[in-house]
């Protein structure tokens, strides 16, 4: 893999002219094709052994394109507030619109990896670290972000020897750093995990290019030709990641919904009583020490009038209002549709200590996403894994997930509708769309049915509510965040 | 001023049922009136006497409006990481976007008048501050905030008798904290310092509202009267802060222009030599220790075909692409289009080590807006003092702000825009546009003069550069770049 490479091989000074020319005029107007087409985002991994010019050779990248366009993202170790947030957070939110070009320097993403290829991990975990990325730039290209990935590479005499060459001159030693003198002795071990990690994740959509380096010339030749080959490559069709014909994994069918029993009913002594002693506790344990370390993301999903207004009212009410955050989600605006899907939601991830409330959630795109035919079946069955993927992250970085299934009976919506209609307070909640909705019931349950198959996991648990009683489902609400909160600070 | 309040008034049971009905209905209707035109945004700013029950009645608030379009902001100490930027940073990303209403509870803003008040300080400093708030506010209204200021306000008596209320429930305990306690001891300099901010900052456009807070229930509906009476308000036109006539301030008349020598010219092996050593000379500046905790913000701005994107190629040329962003400024998007004129560019503004290029800037509200007729007179001439504040922010939190004015002669920009039509690295750089403003050089030249005259502060000097030359003008961007950063490390 690394033969070429490794065998330094050279471009003289007139080869170099007679190729530059023509290689910036192409990749200057494959840019302005990209900008203007506004059809993807093309994302650039950075990688290599240390000290093979990397950071050199993206600068003349950002000399050669358009630099104005160009993002090129490095992530340092974390700042403090950054950890208040899980790391893949950064990465998302930097992800380049399309028309534009990101360059990322290692990301988490590329940590991973190498951290994954280094350390003494079991071949378990190694695997699931492997299989994450693969899924992560399948979504991604999937996503309308081309990636490429560049693996910067020379012999060890010629690291060694563009590293001193380097330090001999006081107007480039600045640009030699610990790692790059550290190369040397770590050769092998970086090779050796470079090539296991650049076989695992080489992939039609996400290439690997290895760049042969110790020529300065050859290798900014071959950098803009990477480049420009990416620019130039029609939008590949991924399929989802588990089954190419299109059909989620198999898992054992969930069904909540047909076993609810929709009499419970609380009376107004009870509901007040139930109420006021779960305020109370959901008070006191948003306010705990242990949850300044945690974070809390509630979602509510359900049918147009099945209460997710009237259940979230009471949850903030225990809180706060600096506390808390409340994000209605509709339709998708045009910044959000120029990024992955999950975009949006990972801007408005808790940082600890604070309270996410999502009245609908990232789970449109398998709901009315799916229903109403907005997107392929293959981008529906694909979010159950992007999805999983994505809360998983939340979980693991103590943001206690809960998701809430408000369920109504087809006649209770109704008997809803209309009064909504006639009350002063809730006109504004009732349009023309809500009564098209209705007839879609079926479909709907449906998809909910599929949704609960393929996302009900240990760590983001559904709670299906029977809502057609209001203080059950409010105080049944309640409850299950309490139980959570409190289970997890005892 | 705080006679009513300190009366402790009250409002019977009965008498607040019957009112509360009609407010909730008309406020929602009015909040839903205010998403639906989106002309502005509202901005609820809270103050007043510790343990009057600020919290809890922005909580109600948030009940009785359809809380998912409410932002309720909290601006605690900042985090080590949003230190890297000006505080005034967090306000401004946080502002609500039109037709949404953010509350937001001791502002960095309002920590300046608390700060200015308490004090010890200075009769100038204090007066600088209030006239500082002032403008902003005066700034934030013309610019489609409409802003609404509450006080709420007790007798000493009424809230120490309050503060032990809460304290001998247990399930309100936790409402109090060690604010609210000390209010009883400070509670004649507070209500000092309330008054004297409150008479220096109310307008008509951004008044301030005692809210009797003895009662909960007068509280709330003189709380939601005053929301109400903010969101039924027709938009309000702002003279400019300094003239209601619409005339900028009168400054001496500055044209450097006038006299810049366009003769000036660099042979290639001066440009060489001269560019070899600044470029070394700022790629080890912007690695020096010292500049770790500062941050450059260079602006580019002058004619179509100047040399913008060229010097700026040759400033980058010398730093590390992570460590620059460049930002190309155009016609302002939607979601930008939604909040105050400077908000997109606080986005930008440096973190600490970092350095932003503004490929044109800020100062497009004082150019192209202006000679196009996109903003009022009154909008641009604002623009001046908006613009004062906004670099001396930046300046005060140690980001070195630097703008260059490359000058090119009519002819010599004639001679550009044919060679760029025949350039195939160049062709998509010009356009029918290019053509168009070619006419209006009259119209930028009177523009450009009253921005130097207005804009040319000590601390955010304006580098105007004879650019006929390319050599020429790129090593006097080069120089003064690397002389600012030296100067600053000496």
Chains 1, 2 share one sequence.
Request: proline share 6%.
């Amino acid at each position: 893999m690394f033969q070429e490479a490794e065998s330094d091989p050279k471009l003289s000074q007139e080869e170099f002219k007679k190729i530059e020319t023509k290689l910036r005029v192409q990749l200057v107007n494959e840019q302005y094709r990209h900008i203007h087409l506004q059809d993807r985002a093309l994302l650039i991994l950075v990688a290599g052994i240390d000290g093979a010019g990397k950071g050199e050779t993206i600068n003349l990248l950002n000399e050669w394109l358009d630099p104005r366009h160009v993002h090129t993202i490095a992530f340092p170790p974390p700042a403090d507030s950054d950890q208040s947030f899980p790391t893949a957070r950064r990465f998302w939110l930097n992800l380049p619109r399309k028309g534009e070009i990101g360059i990322v320097f290692g990301s988490s993403y590329l940590q991973l990896f190498n951290e994954a290829a280094k350390k003494k991990l079991n071949a378990d975990t190694l695997e699931r670290n492997i299989q994450f990325i693969r899924r992560l730039e399948s979504n991604l290209v999937a996503n309308g972000v081309q990636v490429v990935k560049l693996w910067f590479h020379m012999s060890r005499a010629a690291q060694h020897q563009r590293t001193e060459e380097l330090l001999a001159n006081p107007s480039t030693a600045w640009q030699v750093d610990k790692h790059d003198l550290k190369a040397q002795k770590k050769f092998k071990s970086i090779r050796r995990s470079g090539q296991l990690i650049i076989e695992a994740t080489d992939a039609p959509h996400s290439p690997w290019v290895i760049i042969p380096s110790a020529d300065p010339q050859l290798r900014a030749v071959r950098t803009a030709q990477a480049v420009l080959q990416a620019l130039k490559a029609p939008s590949i069709k991924v399929p989802p990641f588990h089954d190419p014909a299109s059909a989620p994994p198999v898992r054992k069918p969930v069904n909540p919904l047909e076993k609810l029993d929709y009499t419970a009913t609380l009376s107004k002594a009870e509901y007040d009583e139930h109420m006021l002693n779960l305020q109370n506790r959901l008070a006191l344990a948003v306010r705990n020490k242990k949850f300044k370390s945690k974070a809390l993301a509630i979602v509510f999903e359900g049918a147009d009038a099945a209460g997710k207004g009237g259940a979230i009212r009471r949850v903030t009410h225990a809180i706060d209002a600096r506390q808390f955050n409340i994000m209605p989600v509709a339709a998708p605006k045009d910044s959000e549709l120029a990024r992955p899907y999950l975009w949006r939601f990972w801007r408005h991830v808790p940082g600890r200590g604070r309270v996410a409330i999502f009245d609908r959630s990232w789970y449109g795109r398998v709901l009315v996403e799916r229903v109403e035919k907005l997107v392929t079946r293959a981008t529906w069955i694909r979010a159950y894994e992007e999805i999983n993927d994505f809360e998983q992250q939340l979980s693991q970085h103590n943001i206690i997930v809960l998701k809430f299934w408000l369920s109504i009976t087809p006649d209770e919506q109704l008997k809803r509708f209309k009064e909504r209609e006639h009350s002063p307070y809730k006109q504004f909640k009732i349009t023309a769309e809500d009564w098209r909705n209705r007839r879609k019931t079926k479909a709907y349950s449906v998809a909910a049915k599929d949704m609960f198959t393929h996302t009900n996991m240990p760590c983001a648990p559904w709670h299906v509510i029977s809502a057609n009683d209001k203080r059950h489902a409010r105080v049944e609400v309640l409850k299950q965040i309490v139980l959570a909160l409190e289970h997890d600070q005892t």
